[in-house]
């Protein structure tokens, strides 16, 4: 079992950058692929980035790539997800997953996900 965390969310200005953060505990969290991905209301949880394992392998969702950076640091069991230059339409709750399997270009699904934080609101204003 995997326990996650996150935190950073927060009220940002468009244009503002924002860092996220996923504490993972529990059994062997740092051989696990993760991801992070977010909610709008009344929208579906859609993926923004994952990182594999040693963080070889990173994928970005086009909406975000460019603009955020998916980073790990298995010392400190934590995924970091930095954002820069804030849309009022990312606003939404962030979540952060992990994935016993190999990450691969095609698990960017929630279902390929195994474990899940709480969620971290992000609101941007305009």
């Known amino acids: 079992q995997v326990q996650l965390v996150e935190s950073g969310g927060g009220l940002v200005q468009a244009g503002d950058s924002l860092r996220l953060s996923c504490a993972a505990s529990?059994?062997?969290?740092?051989?696990?692929?993760m991801g992070w991905f977010r909610q709008a209301p009344g929208k579906d949880r859609e993926f923004v980035a994952a990182i594999s394992r040693g963080s070889f392998n990173i994928y970005y969702a086009k909406s975000t790539k460019g603009r955020s950076t998916i980073s790990r640091d298995n010392t400190k069991n934590t995924v970091y997800l930095q954002m820069n230059s804030q849309k009022p339409e990312d606003t939404a709750v962030y979540y952060c997953a992990a994935r016993r399997a190999r990450l691969t270009a095609q698990a960017m699904a929630p279902d390929e996900y195994d474990y899940w934080g709480q969620g971290t609101q992000v609101t941007v204003s305009s």
């Open positions: 529990g059994r062997a969290s740092s051989s696990h692929a």
